[in-house]
């Protein structure tokens, strides 16, 4: 996270206004936090300077923002969770940028009047080095702290854990920019953690596992009840990771604020050789920022009016705020800018897209719909690292660890929060949570789906059937499949039903749980076939992604089918190719069949295909290749000069060229200094310089 320096005092006389739905000079979201000792609270819940900060911010019509908590009960908050009984859990990071003597916390916050604010502060767990983030797990917390990811539970219920595990050890400690944080429940009952990948040479694995795997380090998933279930995603995030309603993985860094995780490894991991240059597809149409403070001091490597610090992405699922807002929208902290960024998210083919609205805020959506802001106030927010030493010489990195805020963004008319006086979501009955899977807030649906999943009672089963057909809910509907397969209970009939569903998000999901369940049932696949001519395009990948694992003729017959009606969709392409590479041949013998010389496309694929070949045959495959490529002469300028740049780029990526290859470098030659094409000349000087001019491989 590249950041900025500011100085508070400055900012605070040179406010201007905001020409969007909320911002403040101070703001600085949810990025690192540091924290000091606990103080007595005798007087009022907030400070002074926060009560007058509030006054600075400035809401479109129909907003709201009041104060939740402040100092002096909280310091340089990170994160925050609100857990099935409406306890706040807050994430303090003290120790950044160079104390490591294990001064972060996590403190429960509570409201001890119910008039919604917090009043009392008590520590839950001490001692932690640079917690990140924490998620709500059985009867206690996940808490990403590096090297470790722990868990931890109260069983005495006095405010403080008395249990603290390691699930998950190795994460690097090194980089700040890099951390591990913001565990997520998924959909599909994953825990998610967003991180960058860190080659440091060591593997993320279960803390009891001693057999030596593992997963290098990056953005990954696991489940803690089966040490089987760790897997390293294709795409990494840096700083928060989120999901839209229908499970798609929404990913951010410091210049990019919001991009979508679209091939996952699983699939990817199929064919280890297909090269592919990116897994993640930048949703935005914009970069620009509109900063509201005059005249910032900045440390950092771009300009001033674009996204260089963009962190704490989510997706807004609350129900609750006007209905302009109440769609797919998602929210992310600029904090150099001292702004939040919302965009719209919009599909885009088989890929979403992202259409920006204004500066708003949000880290955490809460059980009443409303968008709960982190904001740690801390004058110096970036790493020393990226900064002069002259400036470093002249200012005290750890000014401002004595304040912190949580805000509550709502609607003008909305009540006051009743979770802080307690909630009984923990307490109800097995058919009572069932009916939350259809509520309109996310955090009363996936609360209610994580403790159905861990209770995990057959007598759920029939409400959840129910719930799983009820025509009234596509969310309620959606949630229970997820719920059932989490279970062990999901039938592949309810999967075939779920093929017909009339919402496009509900048959990609069925296609998902498909698959699972592949080995057990013929059957699914029968309806996977029946899907081919879906119209949406999301669908439509997910299905040839999921096609790949069916080893048969039908499946390859409509995997090809969907490659050729969809072949100008790259994602479409390398789902299509990330099946096996023993198909590639015949693949790409159909494709120069059936070549169309203006549709871009067909080059792209053809240099896909031949990628995979050149990276993984031997000589007596790719030898006629060649030959193919540059028999033509100077007419050779269709799918020649692809075919030869992807055979190139495969051989690029071999740890020596296969044997046999040398037959081919006379032909190269001629065709790099006779008739051939401008473009196949070029093709064939690059072979050239991989394969070498000479036996000894010199150039």
């Not at 900025?4 to 911002?23: A, M, V």
């Not at 606990?38 to 907003?63: E, K, W, Y």
């Not at 390293?232 to 860094?253: A, E």
């Not at 704490?312 to 302009?324: H, M, N």
Request: a negative charge; glycine letters at 8%.
């Amino acid at each position: 996270m590249k950041k900025r320096i500011s100085d508070i005092q400055k900012l605070r006389s040179k406010q201007t206004e905001l020409t969007g739905i909320l911002g403040c000079p101070f703001l600085i979201g949810l990025l690192f936090c540091f924290v000091v000792s606990c103080q007595h609270i005798n007087i009022s819940p907030f400070s002074p300077s926060a009560v007058h900060d509030l006054s600075t911010f400035r809401l479109m019509d129909g907003f709201k923002m009041e104060l939740v908590a402040s100092e002096p009960i909280v310091f340089d908050p990170v994160d925050m969770m609100i857990d099935e009984y409406g306890r706040l859990y807050v994430v303090e990071m003290a120790g950044v940028p160079f104390n490591k003597s294990g001064i972060g916390k996590i403190v429960l916050l509570s409201d001890t009047n119910g008039d919604g604010k917090m009043d009392k502060r008590t520590v839950f767990a001490d001692s932690l080095i640079l917690p990140s983030g924490v998620m709500r797990w059985k009867k206690g917390i996940m808490v990403t702290d590096p090297p470790n990811v722990y868990y931890l539970e109260d069983t005495d219920n006095d405010g403080k854990a008395d249990i603290r595990q390691v699930v998950l050890t190795g994460f690097d400690t090194t980089n700040l920019e890099a951390n591990v944080n913001n565990p997520e429940y998924g959909l599909d009952n994953w825990i998610y953690l967003g991180a960058l990948p860190i080659r440091n040479g060591g593997k993320i694995h279960f803390a009891d596992d001693t057999s030596g795997n593992g997963v290098l380090e990056g953005t990954l998933r696991f489940r803690p009840e089966d040490h089987n279930k760790l897997e390293l995603l294709s795409g990494h995030t840096q700083f928060g990771l989120s999901f839209d309603q229908w499970g798609h993985i929404l990913m951010v860094n410091n210049s990019n604020h919001i991009f979508e995780n679209v091939i996952p490894a699983r699939y990817l991991e199929r064919n280890p050789d297909m090269i592919v240059p990116a897994t993640t597809e930048t949703m935005a149409d914009h970069n620009k920022v509109f900063p509201i403070t005059i005249n910032p001091e900045y440390q950092m490597l771009t300009n001033i009016g674009v996204f260089t610090s963009a962190c704490g992405l989510v997706s807004y699922e609350g129900g609750a705020f006007p209905k302009q807002y109440n769609q797919d929208i998602t929210f992310v902290c600029e904090p150099a800018s001292n702004i939040v960024h919302a965009d719209y998210i919009l599909p885009n083919n088989s890929t979403l897209k992202a259409k920006s609205v204004s500066r708003m805020v949000n880290l955490y959506v809460g059980p009443d719909g409303s968008l709960y802001v982190i904001d740690f106030y801390r004058q110096v927010i970036e790493g020393p690292e990226f900064m002069a030493k002259e400036v470093l010489d002249t200012i005290d990195l750890y000014n401002g660890t004595h304040k912190g805020r949580i805000y509550r963004i709502s609607k003008k008319d909305a009540p006051p929060p009743s979770w802080t006086s307690g909630l009984h979501l923990g307490d109800l009955n097995g058919e009572e949570l069932v009916k939350k899977l259809g509520d309109n807030n996310i955090w009363w649906r996936i609360n209610a789906q994580r403790l159905l999943v861990d209770r995990n009672d057959a007598a759920n089963v029939p409400a959840l059937m129910k719930m799983a057909e009820n025509n009234q809910t596509a969310l309620g509907r959606l949630h229970a499949l997820w719920t059932l397969e989490g279970m062990g209970k999901l039938s592949a009939d309810f999967i075939k039903k779920a093929f017909k569903d009339t919402i496009a998000g509900i048959r990609e999901n069925a296609i998902r749980l498909a698959e699972l369940h592949l080995s057990g049932d013929a059957s699914l696949a029968d309806g996977l076939y029946k899907m081919q001519d879906d119209p949406d395009a999301k669908v439509r990948l997910q299905l040839l992604l999921t096609l790949g694992y069916l080893q048969t003729k039908e499946a390859d017959d409509i995997r090809q089918q969907l490659l050729f009606r969809n072949i100008e969709d790259g994602w479409m392409q390398i789902a299509a190719l990330s099946a096996r590479s023993s198909e590639a041949l015949s693949l790409l013998e159909s494709v120069m069949k059936n070549y169309e010389k203006e549709n871009k496309a067909y080059a792209s694929l053809v240099k896909r295909l031949s990628a995979i070949i050149g990276k993984s045959q031997s000589y007596s495959v790719i030898g006629p290749l060649i030959q193919k490529a540059i028999g033509g002469g100077v007419t050779a300028d269709q799918w020649q000069s692809p075919l030869l740049e992807g055979l190139t780029q495969g051989l690029a990526g071999r740890t020596f060229v296969p044997p046999g290859i040398e037959r081919s470098r006379n032909a190269l030659m001629q065709a790099c200094l006779g008739d051939s094409s401008v473009a196949l000349q070029r093709a064939s000087l690059q072979m050239l310089r991989v394969i070498g001019l000479s036996n000894d491989g010199q150039t």
